[in-house]
């Protein structure tokens, strides 16, 4: 085999996949480019495969270099993993690669390092929400800046690689789970399968990427069906042809699969879920944190800074909140209100809540509803523990009742049924008439401008009228010339 040729490699490998065709096939030897495993459960069997793997490489002429041979392992490293006990392990040397890494000094650097991390990002969760600042740095129009947020995530995939994460070895006959999440930022998603040993689910494989600019503006809904389809992409070898169980946090995905009306866009991707058999469940977002793409605490809504300031001036011009800020000027407390960093909050059952303005409350409500089209429990737990809202649970069942997205994934879809009322069959030729109208049409010398239109339904035989106009009169009087007085007429 000739060596630097493009398609060196390919026809190795499908020479190698010809000779031990049937090894393969009866899952004896697992093999890619020169590199060989032969797995078994006990040492009796390992070696008759061995003798088998010998025998077949003897009859073509291939020599194996038994420097580079191992035998009878129970731990091997393969293609840069380390694989124990059913378990896989990212391979030591390259993790020592990780660590040694300098600090990057250009975006060559930059690329070579996230080529080195990406090559496990299967074992990180959220691998690209926390490589997002280093992969920032190589767009086009981007200037080479390592500052603070990339040296925290320069440290941090290397401090996850450190601690030797773990995935277990896919199983095709264990249960079979996938976890999605979606957010405006990325999509995150989760292999997971059933132990035989402790019946519990393990990750198989972590899979997550960055949204374009154009998917940042889908809806919430549409995220989520997205983030299924780019798992299903990742995940395909794995999960096709088998039963397997989508779990997702967001319920309006589940309702909008279960829609007959949906939008083209939704429709193309449903069409790619057809070759799966699988079952969608909606799962709280408080057993979704291992998907969690931008780690967001399920029960809260995580108050950012710019918030914080749309408050804080809206409580500014609030007559009420002004009020009661001036009372507690005089006095340190009135009844629970408690002033830090000149924002007003309301001490209740040992928490301090940001009180929101009246102005600002629907608004707030409808962008925590929004981020799922969550229930009124739902939206309530993302609020409730960081903000006071008075009415809150009321104010959310007025926004939800309002939400043209809730109202049209509840509703009934599609034409509703309606009772047919067919035209009867008269077996006699000339007893019903069928009428209409063609026109109007360029006007004859005569004024003719429509062409009345009669049909035997019977026979089927066709008579044809001009007319000046569409008057009933002037029909009737056509009408009269090929009528019989137990004619029935149905005006189309």
């Not at 010998?54 to 420097?67: D, Q, V, W």
């Not at 303005?357 to 739902?378: C, N, Y």
């Amino acid at each position: 085999m000739s060596f630097g040729l493009t398609n060196s490699p390919s026809v190795f490998q499908r020479y190698i996949y010809n000779v031990f065709r049937d090894l393969i096939k009866e899952n004896v030897v697992m093999i890619y480019l020169d590199d060989l495993v032969i797995f078994s459960e006990n040492e009796t069997q390992g070696i008759e495969r061995l003798q088998r793997v010998l025998k077949t490489a003897s009859e073509y002429g291939l020599e194996l270099n038994i420097k580079k041979c191992q035998f009878l392992k129970r731990e091997i490293e393969f293609l840069g993993h380390r694989i124990k006990d059913g378990k896989l392990y990212a391979s030591p040397l390259k993790i020592k690669a990780v660590m040694n890494f300098p600090e990057p000094k250009c975006t060559k650097d930059i690329r070579s390092y996230l080529g080195l991390t990406g090559y496990f990002r299967k074992f990180i969760p959220h691998y690209s929400a926390i490589a997002k600042p280093l992969s920032d740095l190589l767009k086009k129009d981007s200037n080479f800046s390592f500052g603070l947020k990339e040296r925290e995530s320069f440290n941090e995939l290397k401090q996850i690689l450190s601690k030797e994460p773990v995935l277990c070895l896919y199983n095709p006959k264990s249960e079979t789970e996938i976890h999605t999440d979606a957010s405006i930022d990325g999509f995150g998603a989760c292999l997971l399968q059933k132990s035989i040993v402790d019946n519990q689910l393990h990750p198989v494989y972590y899979m997550s990427r960055k949204t374009s600019d154009t998917e940042r503006k889908y809806s919430s809904y549409e995220l989520e069906v997205m983030a299924v389809i780019e798992a299903l992409k990742k995940f395909r070898p794995y999960v096709l042809g088998i039963p397997f169980k989508i779990v997702t946090d967001c319920i309006a995905f589940k309702q909008t699969m279960n829609k007959k009306d949906i939008s083209s866009k939704i429709a193309r991707w449903a069409l790619m879920l057809e070759e799966y058999d699988y079952v969608i469940e909606h799962r709280q977002g408080t057993r979704m944190r291992h998907v969690d793409t931008l780690s967001r605490n399920p029960v809260c809504m995580i108050i950012q800074d710019g918030l914080t300031l749309q408050i804080l001036k809206a409580q500014n011009s609030d007559e009420n909140v002004k009020a009661i800020k001036d009372l507690l000027k005089i006095k340190n407390q009135h009844d629970d209100y408690i002033i830090k960093g000149d924002l007003l909050y309301k001490s209740i059952k040992g928490n301090d809540l940001l009180v929101v303005p009246e102005d600002m409350q629907m608004s707030l409500i409808k962008s925590a509803h929004e981020k799922g089209h969550f229930s009124v429990k739902r939206t309530e737990d993302h609020l409730i523990n960081e903000f006071y809202i008075p009415k809150l649970k009321q104010k959310i069942e007025k926004c939800i009742s309002n939400c043209i997205t809730c109202i049209l994934a509840s509703k009934k879809q599609g034409k509703q049924e309606g009772e047919l009322h067919p035209i009867p069959k008269v077996e006699l030729p000339l007893d019903t008439y069928h009428v209409d109208h063609l026109g109007p049409l360029e006007s004859t010398n005569k004024n003719y401008k429509h062409i009345l239109c009669v049909i035997d339904s019977f026979t089927k035989f066709v008579w044809l009228y001009p007319t000046k106009s569409t008057s009933s009169q002037e029909v009737i009087s056509k009408l009269e010339l090929c009528k019989n007085p137990s004619s029935e007429i149905l005006e189309e």
